[in-house]
């Protein structure tokens, strides 16, 4: 069966310091990764999404960046954290565009 | 650019009743809709979803309905319990080809016992 691991769950940073996030899939091939952001209490925000090794497609241009080193990693990177970068950090995987999303656990980010 | 409308007030409602959660879009049909229940500092886990060309769908106690003269999706729960509250999502494709999902803000389930 498929699965998703993201990781750390939780991270307090510094604004300033660097950002990277990882994502991986298990179970599948070739699945479409995206990249959302959810702050509190609100929707989620679409940030980056890649449907195939080195294909990013980026909706938010901040200070965030995002890679696809492998087939089924996913990667979000900030060379310098914001305080607007807090948040929780969802990272999912589709079979196809259009279908369901399989999200990960999800990573709370806070930016002191 | 396509915008989802969920209604930002919680839905209070007794145990046995049916719940009925509103999602309105505002620009082009979509080619489909989803619908996701997240439960506090977890992520979104999927629970339907319904096409372009589809009017209703149905899985165990859950019911989505799609009316693309309305712009609008509306979920229901029925015989509902305690363990059903949680936020519930809705979702779909943008107008720049369908490879983005976008989600609305969600409505917040509350069922009182």
């Known amino acids: 069966s498929q699965t998703i691991h993201q990781w750390p769950a939780t991270l307090v940073q510094p604004v300033g310091s660097p950002l990277s996030l990882e994502c991986t899939v298990e179970?599948?091939?070739?699945?479409?990764l995206y990249w959302y952001r959810q702050a509190a209490g609100r929707g989620l925000q679409l940030l980056f999404y890649?449907?195939?090794?080195?294909?990013i497609s980026s909706e938010v241009p901040q200070n965030l960046s995002a890679s696809r080193p492998q087939d089924r990693q996913f990667i979000l990177s900030s060379k310098k954290l914001l305080l607007s970068d807090s948040g929780f950090y969802l990272c999912?995987?589709?079979?196809?565009?259009?279908?369901?999303?399989?999200f990960g656990s999800g990573t709370q980010l806070s930016v002191l | 650019s396509q915008k989802i409308e969920q209604n930002s007030e919680a839905l209070n409602i007794q145990e046995g009743k049916t719940a009925t959660l509103t999602c309105n879009y505002t620009?082009?049909?979509?080619?489909?809709l989803q619908w996701y229940r997240q439960d506090p500092g977890r992520g979104p886990v999927f629970l339907l979803l319904?096409?372009?060309?589809?009017k209703e769908k149905r899985k165990e106690r859950l019911k989505v309905t799609f009316d693309t003269t309305l712009k609008q999706s509306l979920f229901h729960i029925t015989a509902s319990q305690p363990a059903d509250s949680a936020t519930y999502l809705c979702?779909?494709?943008?107008?720049?080809?369908?490879?983005?999902?976008?989600f609305g803000a969600g409505t917040r389930l509350f069922v009182k016992a």
């Open positions: 890649s449907v195939g090794i080195g294909q």
């Open positions: 979702a779909l494709d943008d107008d720049t080809g369908g490879f983005k999902t976008i």
């Open positions: 620009n082009y049909s979509p080619a489909y």
């Open positions: 179970g599948t091939s070739n699945p479409n």
């Open positions: 999912a995987w589709s079979v196809q565009v259009g279908e369901k999303l399989f």
């Open positions: 319904i096409r372009e060309n589809e």
